[in-house]
């Protein structure tokens, strides 16, 4: 009987600890969690230059899953939880989580354990996963030198590395052994070299899996932390991890594929935002930058996160605000090969530039889904990844391809997609002639998934398209795609929560970037 119990319990525990593979089936919303929802709905004024905590808190999360569900997403990923440097420093309040002093308690601002757990419940009870924010690399003080015995449970300076800036991206000793922060906020450098710090941090992270029923890990700061730490805090973890490694050379990255499940793809990053920022943004660096971590990379760009922003960027919209610009970068990782993340605000039309403009209050939005064009985009284009996913059980592990790169067409298969990107601009009128490389055979009839519009492949699998308003067509095999989402293109669209009225002349004719 017991016996039966334990191996219930054990096989319950692996079927929640998900693997990178369960992983790439999945959609991520990342939110800060400060400032994406209020536990009472209430809407406080929040400037975000202010640098404060503004309210947002695990229960306001739990409280807009409809939301963020109603978008297509199936994860999401929070901000670290921890107990963070409490009060004003000259660097503003610690919002943002990324300043723990105490690694065994959560960050109350955002809520109670309970609060916690019910956030996981409450995703898990809609097939959503929790990914969790945490940081190794460092702790933080608000003096320097710091006083050690504000930390915990390392509080002897025997547990950080000797201080020092980091100064020197070129020099990998300063990037790992040296301190990051400033002055007003130093981020004391864990000495994890030190056998009683890792294991400290191997424990630590298998109990947070279990007590939050984490389903995967979001690194910081990974390229701060000798690599060879890596392999053996990824067991630990037993669950997918991505890392933070911030920098834009393949080379540099390419290494930290190899001791983690994944990275936030950075090198895509810069090559995305520079392809589609203006309409002599150069496609073939895109598809140069691909094609490189495609073969560096060690599960080449499957198990990587594919982004357009985040909390460290300027959001693409303070670089511009050209609609068909901005549809085809955010359109990137939804049909690219890696795991696609949307940063929080992105689909109502947020524009703050860097840290902190970039971390805005989303309730200010309203958590509007009518006549949001964006919302719109992003939500059939989670469904039609889900379509492809459905229809080819290879899909996850076909690696894009680009039958054709003129100077402002892209075009990007991954059977049983193909994706038409453009960097012509709102105002421009683009046309894709793809002769051969799409997969389809001669006859094969394939609807764009954003307007509804059929096409039917040409001799040798060739289609030719000519579209509108600078904006991308996404092309399936038409049984593929569930119309039903059509008719929210044209009609009213009811889901359980809200009553959606979406016209086909709105979604033309609205003034975009709005909010
Ligand atoms: C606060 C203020 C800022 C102020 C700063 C000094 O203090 O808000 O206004 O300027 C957290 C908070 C921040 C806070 C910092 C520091 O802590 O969120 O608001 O800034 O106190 C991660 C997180 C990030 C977090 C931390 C710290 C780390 O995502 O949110 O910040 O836990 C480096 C790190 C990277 C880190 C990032 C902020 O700093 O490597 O892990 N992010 C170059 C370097 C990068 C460097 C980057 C930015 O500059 O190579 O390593 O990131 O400083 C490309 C190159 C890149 C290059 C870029 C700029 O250009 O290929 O290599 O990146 O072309
Ligand atoms: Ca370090």
Redesign the pocket.
């Known amino acids: 009987m017991l016996g039966s119990v334990l191996a219930a319990c054990a096989l319950a525990a692996s079927a929640l600890a998900a693997t990178p593979a369960e992983w790439q089936q999945r959609s991520i919303y990342q939110l800060v969690t400060d400032r994406f929802a209020t536990s009472d709905g209430s809407s406080p004024t929040c400037d975000t230059e202010d ?1 404060i905590y503004c309210g947002g808190s695990w229960q306001g999360v739990i409280n807009q899953l409809d939301y963020i569900q109603y978008m297509g997403f199936d994860a999401i990923w929070i901000s670290p939880i921890v107990a963070n440097l409490e009060g004003s420093t000259g ?2 309040y610690s919002y ?4 723990t002093v105490d690694q065994n308690a959560l960050n109350e601002h955002f809520g109670t354990a309970s609060d916690l757990n019910n956030l996981a419940t409450a995703l898990h009870d809609r097939g959503m996963y929790l990914m969790v924010d945490i ?1 190794v ?2 702790m ?1 003080a608000n003096t320097l030198p710091p006083d050690y015995s504000t930390l915990t449970p390392f509080n002897a300076e025997s547990s950080f590395h000797t201080f020092c800036w ?1 100064t020197d ?1 070129n020099n990998q000793t300063n ?1 790992e052994q040296c301190w ?3 002055s ?2 130093p ?1 004391v450098d864990c000495n994890t070299e030190d056998d009683g710090v890792i294991d400290f941090f191997h424990n630590w992270v298998g109990e947070l899996r279990s007590n939050y029923s984490v389903d995967g890990f979001r690194i ?5 932390v000798r690599k060879d730490f890596w392999p053996d805090f990824q067991t630990a973890a037993g669950v997918y991890a991505v890392g ?6 393949v080379n ?1 990255v390419a290494p930290y594929t190899k001791v983690l499940d994944g990275v936030l793809d ?1 090198p895509t990053y ?1 090559q995305l935002t520079s392809a589609f920022e203006s309409t002599s943004g150069s496609l073939q660096n895109l598809v140069n930058v691909v094609q490189q971590a495609q073969s560096a990379y060690e599960n080449q760009l499957f198990t990587v996160g594919t982004f357009l922003e ?3 960027n300027p959001r693409f919209q303070s670089i511009t605000t050209d609609q068909g610009l901005v549809k085809n970068a955010m359109t990137w990782p939804l049909i690219a090969d890696g795991i696609p993340i949307l940063y929080y605000g992105q689909e109502q039309g947020y524009t703050g530039s ?3 403009y970039n971390r805005e209050a989303l309730w200010l939005s309203g958590y509007v889904i009518e006549d949001k064009p964006l919302v719109h985009h992003v939500r059939i284009l989670n469904a039609a990844r889900k379509a492809a996913i459905a229809t080819s059980s290879s899909y996850l592990s076909t690696a894009v391809t680009f039958p054709s790169v003129g100077g402002n067409t892209l075009a990007v298969s991954k059977y049983p997609m193909l994706s038409l990107l453009t960097n012509v601009g709102a105002s421009g009128t683009p046309a894709w002639d793809v002769s051969s490389g799409t997969g389809y055979s001669s006859g094969t009839e394939l609807i764009d998934v954003l307007t509804c519009t059929t096409y039917t492949a040409g001799s040798g699998g060739s289609v030719s398209v000519t579209g509108s308003g600078g904006n991308p067509v996404i092309l399936l095999p038409t049984g593929a795609f569930n119309t039903t989402y059509c008719s929210a293109l044209a009609g009213t669209h009811s889901t359980s929560s809200h009553t959606v009225a979406v016209t086909f002349e709105v979604e033309y004719d609205t003034v975009y970037g709005g909010q």
């Not at 910081?220 to 701060?224: E, G, P, Q, R, V």
């Open positions: 640098r660097d503003g943002h989580g990324y300043w940081v690399n460092h933080a980091v991206y990037v990051l922060g400033d007003n906020v981020l910081d700061t990974l390229k701060h933070e490694v911030f920098e834009g050379d540099y950075y810069y985040n909390q460290d860097n840290d902190p």
